[in-house]
Nanobody, 123 residues
């Protein structure tokens, strides 16, 4: 069983950048497929990005494609989300998620979650 802790959120102006980190412990990190989701107030949790166990394949939600990069460092048990050209509509709590088998966009299918980190983008 893996535990996940996100960090790196904060307040940033529109057009700025942030890098989120998600540190994993308690499991064999390199065996997990990882994803980032976000949830804005009053909205459902939505998929942002996914990365395979080795990091060789990634994919993104259309709303962030070209502005966001997911990556991982398996020796450091960490997955990252680099966010550039941030917009006010990117404001949300960002969560990382892990699963050994699932690679899709449905939050319900991921077994493990962090507590989230707040990202606020001011206009």
């Amino acid at each position: 069983q893996v535990q996940l802790v996100e960090s790196g959120g904060g307040l940033v102006q529109a057009g700025g950048s942030l890098r989120l980190s998600c540190a994993a412990s308690g499991g064999t990190f390199r065996r997990y497929r990882m994803a980032w989701f976000r949830q804005a107030p009053g909205k459902e949790r939505e998929f942002v990005a996914h990365i395979t166990e080795s990091g060789s394949f990634t994919y993104y939600a259309d709303s962030v494609k070209g502005r966001v990069t997911i990556s991982r460092d398996n020796p450091k048990n960490t997955v990252y989300l680099q966010m550039n050209s941030l917009k006010p509509e990117d404001t949300a709590v960002y969560y990382c998620a892990a699963d050994m088998y699932y690679s899709g966009r449905s939050a319900a299918e991921y077994d493990y979650w962090g507590q989230g980190t707040q990202v606020t983008v001011s206009s």
